[in-house]
């Protein structure tokens, strides 16, 4: 397939969007460390706890399918959590095998805690920034999850 000039760039763009994904993902994860966003083990918790607090309970392949990762990392890193006391498992009405996993008030406490140090840190940086900028780069950044995930469950 030929590609004209603009449909090149526009190739080229969404390459360096995806380098700059990764790196981006990197140094979050760098910075989280600084906010107490790791488990005792080590693991990193803020996106487990994050998606029980906006979801409320879900069971450990819903929070896979949410997060794009597999379930066992999932189980590994909720199995972890349930040693710390930060999340509970609890009996799923709708399954019979699949508990559903909720925060427990240490978990919630946790997440606040982690949450006003991603607030304090981050805050000041966000200030580097303005709204429209913001809008535009998280429509991309949905539009191209959207557009990938799309792109994945038709080509299976």
Avoid: C
Avoid at 9 to 21: H, V
Avoid at 100 to 106: C, F, S
């Amino acid at each position: 397939m030929s590609m004209n000039r603009k449909e090149s760039e526009l190739l080229e763009k969404m390459f360096a969007i995806s380098q700059y994904i990764f790196t981006l993902n990197n140094l979050l994860q760098e910075s989280g460390k600084t906010v107490g966003a790791l488990s005792k083990s080590g693991k990193k918790i803020w996106g487990l706890l994050h998606i029980l607090h906006v979801n409320g309970m879900l069971t450990v392949p819903q929070v896979a399918r949410k997060r794009a990762v597999s379930r066992q990392f999932i189980q590994r890193l909720a199995n972890d959590l349930e040693e710390e006391g930060l999340v509970e498992f609890i009996d799923n009405p709708g399954h019979k095998r699949s508990k559903l996993m909720r925060m427990t008030p240490a978990g919630l406490k946790k997440y606040q805690e982690i949450l006003a140090e991603i607030e304090k840190t981050f805050g000041e940086l966000a200030m580097q920034f303005n709204l429209e900028d913001a809008d535009t780069a998280l429509n991309v950044l949905e539009e191209m999850s959207r557009a990938i995930a799309g792109h994945l469950e038709t080509s299976k």
